[in-house]
């Protein structure tokens, strides 16, 4: 994300900040002193009322009563003034008090809508620089095709097919960009879902590239059955196997497993291919975050798929983890609510 816009968006969390702090203390401040006024009316009301009492009045003589009466008068005016004089206290009090807990309370009211507008700032920082690499690069080359005068038509097919692949890859990415901007849960359909069959639909989807490397795929895929969506549960499975098999070298073998423990769906792919050191594993799961090994392997991936994982298991109310050790191989573990009874 560039700096302007993270400035805006400080700014803006700024401006807001003390907006809301200020209306919270207003509303403080109102109850207070109206709490007050009233209890200062009330209170010197009662006080000019009670004293001196009529029957305690009537007990005495009539010059004794006028200096009692002025003495009685000072002393209520006296306790009026300490009275607001108190009140004024505790306003002053609550103003201070007020202002410190009107902003906690604001930062803390803030806090998630400012961490969703630099999520998605970020998002759309990170979406729109990777869609401009490679388009960028089709303009290019066909901006150099066009300049060519002697354009042969074989050179021209070939120009074709490489903008047709790209724009395929800039169809998945947009797809993945897609799935991950997609907040809602309500896409997912619940059923059983039996890991073999998940299975059985993954491998079809990558047998090609994994023929074209020569990599086996050894199912040991037993019953077990989880509670998910079959489609979602079946594209982070193609996620786990296509990277096995990406970042494998040719003639390995991938091994896909499941087992059920405590109530819990385990289903794990394995591969003995280049791993992840250990810097790499926590980001493992960040949009747009590919290990060096993958970029200086140019291997093709815009580092979504993980990320797009793990988004569908955590809507599952699933985990996803993985160990791995560079130059051994990896191992991607997802576990989801059983569906054995
Ligand atoms: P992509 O594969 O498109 O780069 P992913 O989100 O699927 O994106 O993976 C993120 C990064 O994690 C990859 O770039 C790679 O560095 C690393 N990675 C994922 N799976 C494996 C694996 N099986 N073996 C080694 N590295 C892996």
Redesign the pocket.
């Known amino acids: 994300m560039n700096q302007s816009s993270l400035n805006r968006i400080v700014n803006a969390a700024r401006t807001s900040t003390v907006r809301l702090t200020l209306s919270y203390l207003a509303i403080i401040m109102v109850m207070s002193i109206g709490f007050s006024i009233v209890f200062y009316n009330t209170s010197s009301h009662e006080l000019g009322r009670r004293f001196p009492p009529p029957a305690f009045l009537n007990t005495i003589p009539d010059r004794t009563v006028h200096i009692y009466q002025l003495y009685v008068s000072s002393r209520v005016e006296e306790a009026r003034t300490r009275l607001l004089l108190r009140l004024l206290l505790v306003n002053v009090s609550a103003l201070l008090a007020g202002a410190f807990l009107s902003y906690v309370l604001a930062r803390r009211t803030l806090q998630p809508i400012e961490s969703a507008m630099e999520a998605q700032a970020r998002f759309a920082s990170d979406a729109s620089h990777e869609l401009r690499t490679p388009l960028a690069a089709i303009q290019a080359e066909n901006e150099v095709a066009l300049r060519n005068k002697h354009l042969s038509l074989e050179r021209a097919k070939e120009l074709l097919e490489s903008n047709v692949d790209e724009v395929i890859r800039l169809r998945d990415l947009s797809d993945g960009l897609l799935r991950l901007a997609r907040e809602d849960t309500h896409d997912l359909t619940m059923s059983t879902v039996s890991f073999s069959d998940v299975t059985n639909e993954a491998m079809n989807r990558i047998l090609k590239a994994a023929q074209q490397k020569d990599i086996t795929i050894e199912d040991r895929v037993d019953s077990t059955k989880a509670v998910g969506d079959s489609a979602s549960i079946i594209q982070v499975l193609s ?2 196997l ?3 098999v ?3 070298p040719k003639s390995q073998t991938i091994v896909i497993s499941s087992w059920t423990r405590n109530r819990k769906a385990y289903l794990s ?1 394995t ?1 003995r ?4 050191a250990k810097e ?1 594993l926590p980001h ?2 960040d ?9 200086s392997n140019r ?11 793990y988004k569908i298991i955590t809507q599952h109310g699933g985990t996803i983890t ?1 160990t ?1 050790m560079p130059n051994q ?2 191992t ?1 573990t997802i576990c989801l609510p059983s569906a054995a009874s």
């Open positions: 996620v786990l296509d990277n096995a990406k970042y494998s792919v591969d291919g280049i791993g992840i790499h493992i799961f949009r747009f975050y590919r290990a060096d090994s993958a970029r291997t093709a991936g815009y580092g979504l798929g993980l990320s797009i994982a993985v791995s191989g990896s991607f």
